[in-house]
Protein backbone atom coordinates (compact mmCIF):
# COMPACT_ATOMS: atom_id res chain seq x y z
CA UNK A 1 0.00 0.00 0.00
CA UNK A 2 1.72 3.57 -0.94
CA UNK A 3 1.90 6.16 1.48
CA UNK A 4 1.71 9.59 0.07
CA UNK A 5 2.92 12.08 2.28
CA UNK A 6 0.52 14.74 4.08
CA UNK A 7 1.85 17.90 2.56
CA UNK A 8 -1.44 19.51 2.61
CA UNK A 9 -2.20 18.61 6.32
CA UNK A 10 1.30 19.55 7.42
CA UNK A 11 1.56 22.96 5.25
CA UNK A 12 -1.18 23.68 7.24
CA UNK A 13 -0.40 22.55 10.47
CA UNK A 14 3.23 24.70 9.56
CA UNK A 15 0.89 27.61 8.86
CA UNK A 16 -1.11 27.55 11.30
CA UNK A 17 1.94 27.19 14.05
CA UNK A 18 3.91 30.29 12.05
CA UNK A 19 0.80 32.46 12.15
CA UNK A 20 -0.64 32.14 15.46
CA UNK A 21 3.30 32.38 16.61
CA UNK A 22 3.49 35.24 14.71
CA UNK A 23 0.29 36.70 15.65
CA UNK A 24 1.13 36.24 18.83
CA UNK A 25 4.09 37.53 19.12
CA UNK A 26 2.55 40.66 17.03
CA UNK A 27 -0.12 41.10 19.24
CA UNK A 28 2.28 40.71 22.31
CA UNK A 29 5.12 42.52 20.81
CA UNK A 30 2.36 45.55 19.56
CA UNK A 31 0.54 45.39 23.54
CA UNK A 32 3.98 45.78 25.50
CA UNK A 33 5.04 48.50 23.30
CA UNK A 34 1.57 50.07 23.04
CA UNK A 35 -1.45 49.38 25.34
CA UNK A 36 0.59 48.17 28.31
CA UNK A 37 2.78 50.79 28.75
CA UNK A 38 1.48 51.74 31.64
CA UNK A 39 4.75 55.05 31.92
CA UNK A 40 2.93 56.69 29.08
CA UNK A 41 0.51 57.79 31.33
CA UNK A 42 2.79 59.13 34.08
CA UNK A 43 3.93 62.33 31.64
CA UNK A 44 1.47 64.69 31.36
CA UNK A 45 1.31 66.32 27.73
CA UNK A 46 2.80 69.55 28.61
CA UNK A 47 -0.02 71.20 25.53
CA UNK A 48 -2.96 70.00 27.33
CA UNK A 49 -2.17 70.64 31.01
CA UNK A 50 -0.86 73.94 30.64
CA UNK A 51 1.07 74.58 33.50
CA UNK A 52 2.68 71.62 35.79
CA UNK A 53 1.58 71.56 39.49
CA UNK A 54 4.91 73.07 40.70
CA UNK A 55 4.02 76.02 38.79
CA UNK A 56 0.35 75.91 40.37
CA UNK A 57 1.71 75.91 43.81
CA UNK A 58 3.86 78.96 42.70
CA UNK A 59 1.26 80.90 41.37
CA UNK A 60 -0.43 80.34 44.36
CA UNK A 61 2.36 81.46 46.52
CA UNK A 62 2.35 84.39 45.21
CA UNK A 63 -1.46 85.15 45.05
CA UNK A 64 -1.14 84.65 48.89
CA UNK A 65 2.01 86.91 49.47
CA UNK A 66 0.56 89.98 47.56
CA UNK A 67 -2.80 89.38 49.58
CA UNK A 68 -0.70 89.72 52.91
CA UNK A 69 1.42 92.53 51.70
CA UNK A 70 -1.79 94.43 51.18
CA UNK A 71 -3.19 93.37 53.73
CA UNK A 72 -0.01 94.55 56.10
CA UNK A 73 -0.05 97.39 54.16
CA UNK A 74 -3.83 98.37 55.09
CA UNK A 75 -2.93 97.92 58.57
CA UNK A 76 0.04 100.49 58.57
CA UNK A 77 -2.28 103.34 56.67
CA UNK A 78 -4.78 102.20 59.41
CA UNK A 79 -2.02 102.32 62.76
CA UNK A 80 -1.18 105.56 60.89
CA UNK A 81 -4.45 106.81 61.08
CA UNK A 82 -5.70 105.48 64.27
CA UNK A 83 -6.89 109.09 65.89
CA UNK A 84 -8.85 109.88 62.46
CA UNK A 85 -10.55 106.34 62.31
CA UNK A 86 -10.75 106.26 66.34
CA UNK A 87 -12.96 109.51 65.79
CA UNK A 88 -14.85 108.55 63.02
CA UNK A 89 -15.78 104.85 64.73
CA UNK A 90 -17.50 107.51 67.68
CA UNK A 91 -20.24 109.01 64.99
CA UNK A 92 -22.93 106.62 66.37
CA UNK A 93 -22.48 107.36 69.25
CA UNK A 94 -22.53 110.69 68.75
CA UNK A 95 -25.74 110.60 67.08
CA UNK A 96 -26.50 108.49 70.15
CA UNK A 97 -26.14 111.07 72.51
CA UNK A 98 -26.35 114.10 70.40
CA UNK A 99 -23.03 115.92 71.34
CA UNK A 100 -19.21 114.82 70.97
CA UNK A 101 -18.68 116.20 74.81
CA UNK A 102 -21.02 113.76 76.70
CA UNK A 103 -19.31 111.01 74.40
CA UNK A 104 -15.81 112.09 76.06
CA UNK A 105 -17.32 111.63 79.44
CA UNK A 106 -18.91 108.67 78.67
CA UNK A 107 -16.62 106.31 76.76
CA UNK A 108 -14.22 105.43 79.00
CA UNK A 109 -11.37 102.73 79.80
CA UNK A 110 -10.71 100.72 83.20
CA UNK A 111 -7.76 98.80 82.12
CA UNK A 112 -4.39 99.85 82.08
CA UNK A 113 -3.62 98.09 78.25
CA UNK A 114 -7.30 98.74 77.05
CA UNK A 115 -6.14 101.15 74.23
CA UNK A 116 -3.92 98.49 73.09
CA UNK A 117 -6.18 95.78 72.71
CA UNK A 118 -8.56 98.78 70.65
CA UNK A 119 -6.01 100.05 68.72
CA UNK A 120 -5.28 96.23 67.83
CA UNK A 121 -8.16 95.53 66.73
CA UNK A 122 -9.43 98.37 64.73
CA UNK A 123 -5.77 98.49 62.76
CA UNK A 124 -6.43 94.69 62.04
CA UNK A 125 -10.33 94.86 60.86
CA UNK A 126 -9.19 98.01 58.96
CA UNK A 127 -6.79 96.28 57.31
CA UNK A 128 -8.60 93.58 56.59
CA UNK A 129 -11.56 96.02 54.63
CA UNK A 130 -8.88 98.41 52.93
CA UNK A 131 -7.46 95.29 51.42
CA UNK A 132 -10.63 93.01 50.42
CA UNK A 133 -10.68 95.07 47.15
CA UNK A 134 -7.16 93.46 46.06
CA UNK A 135 -7.59 90.24 47.58
CA UNK A 136 -10.57 89.68 45.49
CA UNK A 137 -8.82 90.68 42.38
CA UNK A 138 -5.63 88.48 43.03
CA UNK A 139 -7.68 85.56 44.02
CA UNK A 140 -9.96 86.23 40.51
CA UNK A 141 -6.93 86.49 38.30
CA UNK A 142 -5.72 83.15 39.77
CA UNK A 143 -8.72 81.17 39.20
CA UNK A 144 -9.32 83.23 35.80
CA UNK A 145 -7.06 80.75 34.34
CA UNK A 146 -8.91 77.32 34.92
CA UNK A 147 -12.21 78.61 33.60
CA UNK A 148 -14.11 79.04 30.55
CA UNK A 149 -14.68 82.22 28.68
CA UNK A 150 -18.11 81.96 29.78
CA UNK A 151 -17.17 81.23 33.25
CA UNK A 152 -14.62 84.44 33.22
CA UNK A 153 -17.65 87.11 32.85
CA UNK A 154 -19.46 85.96 35.58
CA UNK A 155 -15.99 86.30 38.24
CA UNK A 156 -15.76 89.77 37.63
CA UNK A 157 -18.50 90.97 38.16
CA UNK A 158 -19.25 88.92 41.55
CA UNK A 159 -16.18 90.22 42.57
CA UNK A 160 -17.30 93.71 42.27
CA UNK A 161 -20.94 93.13 43.36
CA UNK A 162 -19.12 91.00 46.29
CA UNK A 163 -17.10 94.16 46.88
CA UNK A 164 -20.11 96.25 46.75
CA UNK A 165 -22.47 94.67 49.11
CA UNK A 166 -19.89 94.12 51.90
CA UNK A 167 -19.87 98.02 51.63
CA UNK A 168 -23.59 98.15 51.51
CA UNK A 169 -23.48 95.92 54.73
CA UNK A 170 -20.92 98.00 56.81
CA UNK A 171 -22.58 101.21 56.11
CA UNK A 172 -26.05 99.87 56.92
CA UNK A 173 -24.84 98.58 60.02
CA UNK A 174 -22.83 101.93 60.44
CA UNK A 175 -25.27 104.47 59.98
CA UNK A 176 -28.55 102.89 60.42
CA UNK A 177 -28.62 99.78 62.67
CA UNK A 178 -25.82 100.91 64.97
CA UNK A 179 -27.10 104.52 65.52
CA UNK A 180 -30.98 103.25 66.51
CA UNK A 181 -29.93 100.69 68.80
CA UNK A 182 -27.27 102.83 70.98
CA UNK A 183 -29.72 105.72 70.68
CA UNK A 184 -33.03 103.24 72.22
CA UNK A 185 -30.47 102.26 74.65
CA UNK A 186 -29.01 105.76 75.67
CA UNK A 187 -33.01 107.02 76.33
CA UNK A 188 -33.74 104.37 78.32
CA UNK A 189 -31.49 104.54 80.57
CA UNK A 190 -32.20 108.48 81.03
CA UNK A 191 -35.95 107.40 81.42
CA UNK A 192 -34.88 104.98 84.50
CA UNK A 193 -32.39 107.39 85.82
CA UNK A 194 -29.23 105.62 85.04
CA UNK A 195 -26.03 106.93 82.97
CA UNK A 196 -24.60 104.53 80.80
CA UNK A 197 -20.91 104.10 81.07
CA UNK A 198 -19.37 102.39 78.00
CA UNK A 199 -15.69 100.96 77.94
CA UNK A 200 -13.98 101.86 74.63
CA UNK A 201 -12.27 98.23 74.43
CA UNK A 202 -16.38 96.85 74.62
CA UNK A 203 -17.77 99.94 72.04
CA UNK A 204 -14.81 100.06 69.42
CA UNK A 205 -15.41 95.83 69.60
CA UNK A 206 -18.86 96.42 69.02
CA UNK A 207 -19.13 98.38 66.51
CA UNK A 208 -16.54 97.31 64.35
CA UNK A 209 -17.41 93.25 64.40
CA UNK A 210 -21.17 94.17 63.59
CA UNK A 211 -20.48 96.03 61.00
CA UNK A 212 -18.08 93.20 59.46
CA UNK A 213 -20.64 90.86 59.99
CA UNK A 214 -23.44 92.60 58.70
CA UNK A 215 -21.65 93.34 55.77
CA UNK A 216 -20.62 89.71 55.32
CA UNK A 217 -24.41 88.50 55.19
CA UNK A 218 -24.94 91.02 52.57
CA UNK A 219 -23.19 88.50 50.82
CA UNK A 220 -26.10 86.23 50.81
CA UNK A 221 -28.47 87.38 47.66
CA UNK A 222 -24.63 87.12 45.94
CA UNK A 223 -23.94 83.59 46.94
CA UNK A 224 -27.86 82.62 45.70
CA UNK A 225 -27.80 84.40 42.57
CA UNK A 226 -24.41 82.31 41.35
CA UNK A 227 -25.93 78.73 42.51
CA UNK A 228 -29.09 80.16 40.45
CA UNK A 229 -26.41 80.90 37.58
CA UNK A 230 -25.09 77.43 38.13
CA UNK A 231 -28.34 75.55 37.89
CA UNK A 232 -28.11 74.29 41.41
CA UNK A 233 -30.94 75.88 43.14
CA UNK A 234 -34.41 77.08 41.12
CA UNK A 235 -36.02 79.77 41.43
CA UNK A 236 -39.73 77.95 42.03
CA UNK A 237 -37.76 76.01 45.35
CA UNK A 238 -36.55 79.66 46.40
CA UNK A 239 -40.09 80.78 46.81
CA UNK A 240 -41.78 77.92 48.13
CA UNK A 241 -39.45 78.36 50.98
CA UNK A 242 -40.40 81.92 51.81
CA UNK A 243 -42.42 81.19 55.05
CA UNK A 244 -39.50 79.06 56.65
CA UNK A 245 -36.64 81.66 55.41
CA UNK A 246 -38.58 85.06 56.43
CA UNK A 247 -38.62 83.30 60.30
CA UNK A 248 -34.99 82.00 59.86
CA UNK A 249 -33.92 85.66 59.34
CA UNK A 250 -35.46 87.08 61.89
CA UNK A 251 -34.25 84.18 64.35
CA UNK A 252 -30.92 85.73 62.98
CA UNK A 253 -31.36 89.03 63.37
CA UNK A 254 -32.36 88.68 67.01
CA UNK A 255 -28.89 86.79 67.42
CA UNK A 256 -26.99 89.65 65.44
CA UNK A 257 -28.56 92.89 66.85
CA UNK A 258 -26.24 94.20 69.98
CA UNK A 259 -29.06 95.20 71.66
CA UNK A 260 -31.76 92.98 70.24
CA UNK A 261 -34.41 96.02 70.60
CA UNK A 262 -37.86 96.19 68.87
CA UNK A 263 -36.28 99.03 66.32
CA UNK A 264 -33.50 97.19 65.47
CA UNK A 265 -35.10 94.04 65.69
CA UNK A 266 -37.48 94.07 62.57
CA UNK A 267 -35.29 96.81 60.34
CA UNK A 268 -32.48 93.77 60.06
CA UNK A 269 -35.14 91.45 59.38
CA UNK A 270 -36.17 93.67 56.78
CA UNK A 271 -33.47 94.06 55.48
CA UNK A 272 -32.34 90.48 54.70
CA UNK A 273 -35.66 89.61 53.70
CA UNK A 274 -35.47 91.74 51.16
CA UNK A 275 -32.00 90.91 49.98
CA UNK A 276 -33.47 87.16 49.59
CA UNK A 277 -36.46 88.59 47.65
CA UNK A 278 -33.67 90.76 45.36
CA UNK A 279 -31.60 87.46 44.82
CA UNK A 280 -35.33 85.54 43.58
CA UNK A 281 -35.96 88.49 41.57
CA UNK A 282 -32.28 88.56 40.44
CA UNK A 283 -32.34 84.77 39.61
CA UNK A 284 -35.73 85.25 37.99
CA UNK A 285 -34.50 87.19 35.13
CA UNK A 286 -31.19 84.76 34.98
CA UNK A 287 -33.44 81.42 34.64
CA UNK A 288 -35.83 83.65 31.38
CA UNK A 289 -32.85 84.60 29.93
CA UNK A 290 -31.60 81.39 30.23
CA UNK A 291 -34.83 79.49 28.65
CA UNK A 292 -34.60 82.28 25.57
CA UNK A 293 -31.28 81.66 24.89
CA UNK A 294 -32.43 77.61 24.99
CA UNK A 295 -35.23 78.28 22.75
CA UNK A 296 -33.25 80.16 20.56
CA UNK A 297 -30.69 76.97 20.05
CA UNK A 298 -33.84 74.95 19.39
CA UNK A 299 -34.95 76.54 17.01
CA UNK A 300 -31.74 77.57 14.88
CA UNK A 301 -31.76 74.26 14.88
CA UNK A 302 -34.43 73.16 13.09
Not at 155 to 182: D, K, N
Not at 208 to 228: D, E, H, K, N, Y
Request: glycine share 8%; aromatic share 14%.
Amino acid sequence: MTEYPNSDEDDFSNSGEDEFSNSDEGEFSNSDEGEFNWDDGLEPDPEESGMSFLEHLEDFRWTVGRSILAFLLGVVIVGCLMPYVGAFLQMPLIEAYGSAELVGEKLITYKPMGVFSVFIQIALLGGLVLSMPFVLYFMACFIAPGLTDRERKVVRPACFAAFVLFLSGVAVAFYGILPLTLAFSVKFNQVMGFQVLLAASEYYSMVVWFSLATGAIFQFPLIIVILIFIQVLAVEKLKAIRRAVFVGTMIFAALLTPGGDFLSLPLTTGILYGLYELAILVGSHIEKKRRAAELAELDAKE
